[in-house]
């Protein structure tokens, strides 16, 4: 009888188990990824990117590394241009090009918004996590991405490039490049 009860118990400890992992996705491959990664500073004595790469976290798995060492500091006005392109026969664009006020972007995250998007996923891994004025280094480290990310904007099967370029007093500064792949799930 305790045998019985001793076996009973263990197949009960596995399927919480095996459930447990369904439930937090262990084990199941994410249908987007990081492929590659571009930054540029116009100003290197505004700004220097002494970091820009992709990180192995894993089987198929990249995280984005970037380190931004900035030298004319406080920044209290920070202007950004969002593009997102699709590669077809080169890059075209694909559904967004706007341009926004950064500092004030900050202070209202829409989290509907594609900028909402990407800012609540760069929060999470990075020091931009506040409003201006910046007055340190900008450092992301290991920002994965996930199938939540673009959750609320599905984009079908190709590769696509996330572009970001920065301006402070009307002068561009930096340009950020993030080429995706995705894939159908």
């Known amino acids: 009888m305790l045998a019985v009860l001793a076996s009973v118990r263990w197949l009960?400890?596995?399927?919480?188990?095996?459930?447990?992992?369904?439930?937090?996705?262990?084990?199941?491959?994410?249908?987007?990824?990081?492929?590659?990664?571009?930054?540029?500073?116009?100003?290197?004595?505004?700004?220097?990117?002494?970091?820009?790469?992709?990180?192995?976290?894993?089987?198929?798995?990249?995280?984005?590394?970037?380190?931004?060492?900035?030298?004319?500091?406080?920044?209290?006005?920070?202007?950004?241009?969002?593009?997102?392109?699709?590669?077809?026969?080169?890059?075209?664009?694909?559904?967004?090009?706007?341009?926004?006020?950064?500092?004030?972007?900050?202070?209202?995250v829409n989290s509907l918004s594609f900028e909402g998007l990407v800012i609540n996923a760069i929060m999470t891994r990075s020091n931009v996590n506040h409003t201006c004025p910046y007055n340190h280094e900008i450092i992301m480290d290991n920002l994965e991405f996930t199938d939540d990310f673009l959750r609320t904007l599905p984009l079908p099967q190709g590769d696509y490039k996330i572009q970001m370029r920065f301006a402070t007093n009307k002068v561009w500064k930096l340009k950020v490049s993030v080429i995706f792949a995705r894939d159908e799930p």
């Open 12 to 108: 009960f400890v596995a399927a919480v188990i095996v459930l447990w992992s369904v439930r937090c996705g262990v084990g199941r491959r994410s249908n987007s990824k990081f492929t590659n990664l571009k930054c540029e500073s116009y100003d290197e004595s505004f700004a220097k990117f002494s970091s820009c790469k992709l990180k192995l976290l894993g089987r198929g798995r990249a995280g984005v590394n970037i380190h931004l060492e900035m030298f004319q500091l406080p920044i209290t006005n920070v202007w950004m241009n969002w593009s997102i392109d699709r590669r077809y026969n080169g890059w075209r664009p694909f559904l967004y090009n706007v341009s926004k006020d950064f500092c004030q972007l900050m202070e209202n």
